[in-house]
C-alpha cells in the first residue's frame, strides 16, 4: 500500500434494490457490528445517499445509490472470523438489498486546521 497522509478508505459504490433502503441501512449497522464485535475500534463504517435532480421536475431527490465509506479498515484482518455466522449475515443482507457496482480504495486526507 503506498503512504497515505491521512486514512485509508474502502469506497464502494451500491445500487440498492426498490424498497430495501432500510434493509441496506440494517446491513451497513450489522457490518459495522461485527467488527466491534471481533474487538474492533479503529475503523468506520458509514453510508451517504446519492442526491440527483428529478429530470422532470427540476428539483433534487435521494437516488437510489448509495455510497458507503469504510474509513480506516485493518490493513491486516486475517486473524478476524470471516466466515462466521454474523459475517455471512451482514454480506447476505448486502446482498439481498443492494448489487455492487464499484469499490476503490482511497487515501483521505487529513482535515487541514
Not at 22 to 46: C, D, L, P, S
Request: charged residues 30%; hydrophobic residues 35%; glycine residues 4%.
Amino acid at each position: 500500500m503506498p503512504a497515505c497522509d491521512g486514512h485509508i478508505a474502502i469506497l464502494r459504490v451500491s445500487d440498492v434494490k426498490p424498497g430495501a433502503m432500510n434493509a441496506f441501512m440494517a446491513a451497513v449497522e450489522a457490518h459495522q457490528a461485527w467488527y466491534r464485535k471481533n474487538g474492533v475500534t479503529g475503523n468506520q463504517i458509514v453510508a451517504s445517499r446519492v442526491i440527483v435532480k428529478d429530470e422532470k421536475t427540476g428539483k433534487m431527490k435521494y437516488s437510489d445509490e448509495v455510497i458507503t465509506y469504510h474509513i480506516n479498515p485493518l490493513r491486516d484482518d486475517r486473524k478476524l472470523p470471516r466466515n462466521d455466522d454474523a459475517w455471512k449475515a451482514y454480506v447476505k443482507m448486502y446482498r439481498d438489498s443492494s448489487t455492487l457496482k464499484t469499490q476503490y480504495i482511497t487515501c483521505r486526507p487529513n482535515a487541514k486546521k
